[in-house]
């Protein structure tokens, strides 16, 4: 009879096989969600995305330039979760088409699908960044970018701007947690509990292994609230149409660096590295104290992915002045909460003018004015 290896009938190994098996059904799970997203995209609930020309790839990401004028530039980093598309999701909800036609140089870096190789984490992530950012810079001499970023693509920007303060004009992040403490976040702590520490890996995450433990991890979010915007949407043809598309936008799963998974995973939600100042990028620890850029965050007071407490303590904590939080209310129409900053009509009117006033106060004074872009913009 073959022996069994002593390590399998180790509590860590046994859990190992079964986050391996796991891993092969959620491969299969992201194919059959795709198509899935396919049959909406069938029934026009695809994104529509405005013309953009890729000036730059690494072996994981894109750089998305949308113009080519030298007014002051915007670089925004996509989250590594699902597609980049829900940026610029339809024309109507489109964060992207309204920077644009505010006369700004829009750039967004994304990331791509982790199909066989994953074996890059956050410093990685800096790196791109960095690179993007210094061939933004490069167009004109010590020209800054304003860098802005949503979710966990606003962690991955506010990581490197705490390595590289220097280098942008300003931070602006939507619906991003920056502290990860215990208690910060029922998310945070149901996601922790949910994945034992040292299970992940360096090979490829499925997606919808993700969205599955994020279900887990807030039922209500990912749930009910999502039931309950689609009932309130009913009567509402442009929130249900939002809603379809978000609901389209959902089921296009991607597979993700698993070291980066891992990495935000132990070194962020469990052990809280960023903001007690204690992740190491490069040579250089860093935290609240090294992010010295004037920094903008916008919470949605209805999102538990990344509420108030996880983003006041770290703000608080910065060495400077110049940062603001904006908290804006909860809408329907946007599927998930954590969606709204990005495509709710409400934030659109209200927040986003604010936002850009803010980039305003604090653009490159020898950028050309941004109005007399809106010309440029129109066709897009």
């Keep these: 009879m073959p022996r069994v290896p002593a390590n399998v009938c180790e509590p860590k190994g046994f859990r190992m096989i079964l986050y391996d098996a796991c891993r092969a059904t959620f491969g299969m799970t992201d194919l059959l969600r795709r198509a899935q997203g396919q049959t909406f995209e069938a029934f026009g609930l695809g994104p529509e995305e405005c ?32 597609r980049a598309y829900i940026w610029d999701l339809v024309p109507s909800s489109s964060a992207i088409r309204y920077i644009l036609h505010q006369g700004f140089h829009v750039h967004l870096l994304e990331w791509l699908p982790a199909e066989t190789t994953s074996e890059y984490g956050l410093a990685e992530c800096a790196e791109s960044i960095s690179e993007c950012v210094a061939r933004i810079s490069s167009r004109r001499t010590s020209a800054k970018t304003f860098l802005m970023g949503h979710s966990l693509g606003g962690t991955l920007a506010a990581i490197f701007a705490a390595s590289q303060p220097d280098s942008i004009r300003g931070l602006v992040l939507l619906s991003t947690p920056l502290c990860f403490k215990p208690e910060s976040s029922r998310f945070r702590d149901a996601l922790v509990s949910l994945i034992p520490a040292g299970l992940l890996d360096a090979a490829p995450c499925p997606g919808s292994l993700l969205s599955h433990m994020s279900a887990l991890a807030s039922p209500d979010t990912f749930i009910w609230s999502r039931i309950a915007d689609a009932m309130a949407s009913v009567a509402d043809i442009h929130a249900r149409e939002i809603h379809g598309r978000v609901e389209r936008w959902a089921l296009d799963e991607v ?21 007690v100042g204690n992740l190491k990028i490069g040579n250089k620890r860093i935290g609240p104290v090294t992010l010295t850029t004037p920094t903008l965050a916008a ?11 996880s983003v ?30 990005l495509i709710g009509r409400k934030t659109r009117a209200a927040v986003w003018p604010e936002i850009v006033s803010w980039m305003d106060s604090h653009a490159d004074p020898r950028a050309p004015a941004r109005r007399s872009l809106n010309e440029h913009v129109d066709g897009h």
Excluded at 299 to 309: G, K, L, M, S
């Design 51 to 82: 013309p953009y020309e890729v000036v730059a790839s690494g072996a994981f990401w894109r750089h998305r330039d949308y113009g080519r004028s030298f007014a002051q530039s915007v670089l925004i980093v996509a989250a590594p979760i699902k």
């Design 255 to 275: 597979p993700l660096s698993g070291e980066l998974v891992r990495q935000l995973i132990e070194w962020l939600y469990r052990e809280n590295r960023f903001c």
């Design 312 to 341: 006041k303590p770290f703000i608080d904590a910065m060495p400077i002045k110049d940062v603001r939080i904006v908290e804006i209310p909860g809408e329907t129409g946007v599927c998930f909460q954590h969606l709204g900053v």
């Design 299 to 309: 919470v949605n007071v209805d999102d538990d992915v990344a509420p108030i407490v």
